[in-house]
C-alpha cells in the first residue's frame, strides 16, 4: 500500500501542515472541498482564503503574535513566508493582499511534488490506520462533525464560540479590586470583585448601550445563542437589569469602604498560573476597540491590558483539553492529529502555528521517531500547552503573554518585561531547534 499522510482542510493549518510533511520527503494527500462544496463564509476555490480581517497583527516581538510570527519563520513556515511576500503596508502589522495571499499559497502547494491536491470533500472513514491531520476549521461540515463526533467518543462539538473578555491579572488595579466570593464563601484568589459606585454604574452603563456592535454573517445572525446573551443586549432592557444579573452585588461588602457596592464585576481565573482572569457574564458581541473603551471604565480596569476581547459567533471547535495531547494529536487514537481553529487556537498565525506542530509531529509519528513539544516559554509551546491542559470553562485562545509562564523577576515596565519574554523564546527556540534537529 502507498504510503502517505492525510490532511483534511486546505485552510491556513491545512496548508501548512501539508508543507512541514512534505519537505521532510512523506508523500501528503490533502484533501480540500472547494469549489465542490463551500462553507457559508468562503467564495473562492483558493487554499487558505482569508475570509475575515486582511491582518495577521503586530509584527514586533514585544507583541505576543508578532512573536509567535518570528518564531514561525524560524521554524520555515510556507504561510509566513507567503504572507511576509504579499504584504501590503499596515505601519508595525503584517497586512496582506488577500488574493495574492490565498493565490500564492495555493501556487506553491501545487508546486511540490509530494503533495497531491484532491478537490473532493471527506467523507470516509478516518480511523482507517492512516495517519491524518483533521484541519477543517471552525466552519467544519455537518459531515465532518458526524465524522469527528464518532472518531472522538465525544457526544458533541462546540458550535459557539462565545467568550467575555480575559485581562493579564498584573494590569487589574487592585487598590479597588478585591478577592472573594459572595457571602465570604471564598477567600482564595479564584475571584476578583471590582465594585461600582452609583454614579460610576451610570456612566459606566450609558456607554455600554450605545456601543458599537460587529455585523454577523446573515448565517450566524439566523442562529440561537441559548443561554448566552450578550451583555449590551440584557443591558438595553433596562438600566437595573445586569445590575440584578451578572453585575449583582448581593453578598458583597467592599473592604476597602465596609460598603455594599452600588454593582460589581466579578473576574474569574482563567488559567493554571493564574495570570489571566475572564470578566464573568461578558460575552459580547462589541467591536474590539468598544470593549477596550468601555470596558476600561470598569473601576480596575482603568489600564487593563485585554489578551483576549469577547466574541459571539458560529464557531466548531473541540473539547481540546479532554481529547488532545500538547503535540495535537489525539490521546487515545496517536495517529489522528488537529490543526488550526478546531483545537481551540483562535487566529490566522495561532492556526498556522498549529498546523507547523501537528505536521511535524505527524511526521515523527510516521517515521516512529518521538514527538516534539515546543518549550512552554515560546508562543507555540505556550498555546500548544493552553489547548491541552485540564480546563472546564474552555474557551478558544489566541496568542498572548498571559499563558507563556512569567519571568522569575518583576519588572513593571510593560515593554521591558515583554521584551525580556521575547529574548527568551527566541533564545529557547534557537537552542531547541538546534538540539532537536527540526528542520531537515
Do not use: W
Request: a neutral charge.
Amino acid at each position: 500500500m502507498e504510503k502517505y499522510i492525510r490532511v483534511i482542510g486546505g485552510g491556513l493549518a491545512g496548508s501548512e501542515a501539508s508543507y512541514q510533511i512534505a519537505k521532510r520527503g512523506i508523500k501528503v494527500k490533502l484533501y480540500e472541498m472547494k469549489p465542490n462544496v463551500f462553507s457559508p463564509a468562503h467564495s473562492n476555490s483558493n487554499l487558505a482564503e482569508i475570509v475575515c480581517s486582511n491582518s495577521f497583527k503586530s509584527n514586533s516581538i514585544t507583541n505576543a503574535c508578532g512573536l509567535l510570527k518570528e518564531e514561525l519563520r524560524m521554524l520555515d513556515s510556507l504561510l509566513i513566508k507567503c504572507a511576509d511576500k504579499t504584504a501590503v503596508p499596515a505601519g508595525q502589522a503584517l497586512a496582506v493582499d488577500r488574493e495574492k495571499f490565498s493565490e500564492l499559497v495555493t501556487k506553491e502547494i501545487a508546486s511540490i511534488k509530494n503533495i497531491e491536491v484532491i478537490r473532493k470533500e471527506y467523507t470516509d472513514a478516518l480511523d482507517d490506520g492512516i495517519i491524518t491531520i483533521i484541519a477543517t476549521g471552525p466552519l467544519t461540515s455537518k459531515k465532518m462533525e458526524e465524522l469527528i463526533i464518532k472518531l472522538t467518543g465525544e457526544n458533541k462539538l462546540y458550535f459557539y464560540d462565545a467568550a467575555a473578555p480575559i485581562v493579564e491579572k498584573d494590569s487589574i488595579n487592585m487598590d479597588i479590586g478585591f478577592f472573594g466570593d459572595r457571602y465570604g464563601k471564598q477567600s482564595d484568589s479564584s475571584y476578583i470583585n471590582l465594585p461600582f459606585t452609583e454614579e460610576e454604574y451610570k456612566r459606566f452603563y450609558n456607554e455600554l448601550i450605545n456601543a458599537e456592535v460587529v455585523n454577523l454573517h446573515e448565517f450566524e445572525k439566523r442562529e440561537i445563542f441559548e443561554g448566552c446573551m450578550p451583555i449590551e443586549v440584557m443591558a438595553k432592557r433596562g438600566e437595573e437589569t445586569i445590575r440584578f444579573g451578572p453585575l449583582k452585588p448581593v453578598g458583597f461588602t467592599d473592604p476597602k469602604t465596609g460598603n455594599r457596592p452600588y454593582a460589581i464585576v466579578q473576574l474569574r481565573q482563567d488559567n493554571a498560573l493564574g495570570t489571566l482572569y475572564n470578566l464573568v457574564g461578558f460575552q459580547t458581541n462589541l467591536k474590539f476597540g468598544e470593549q477596550k473603551r468601555v470596558f476600561s471604565m470598569i473601576p480596575g480596569l482603568e489600564n487593563a491590558e485585554f489578551v483576549k476581547y469577547g466574541v459571539m459567533h458560529r464557531n466548531t471547535y473541540m473539547n481540546s483539553p479532554v481529547l488532545l495531547r500538547n503535540t495535537f494529536n489525539l490521546r487515545k487514537k496517536p495517529k489522528i492529529f488537529f490543526a488550526g481553529q478546531i483545537t481551540g487556537v483562535e487566529g490566522y498565525v495561532e492556526s498556522i502555528a498549529a498546523g507547523l506542530v501537528a505536521g511535524i509531529n505527524a511526521t515523527k509519528i510516521f517515521k516512529n521517531e518521538n514527538l516534539i513539544s515546543f518549550p512552554r516559554e515560546t508562543v507555540i509551546g505556550a498555546l500548544s500547552n493552553y489547548i491541552s491542559s485540564e480546563n472546564k470553562k474552555f474557551q478558544p485562545m489566541n496568542a498572548n503573554f498571559g499563558i507563556l509562564p512569567p519571568l522569575q523577576e518583576k519588572i513593571n515596565d510593560k515593554q521591558e518585561r515583554y521584551t525580556k519574554i521575547a529574548n527568551r523564546a527566541v533564545e529557547i527556540l534557537n537552542i531547541f531547534v538546534s538540539s532537536n534537529s527540526i528542520i531537515p
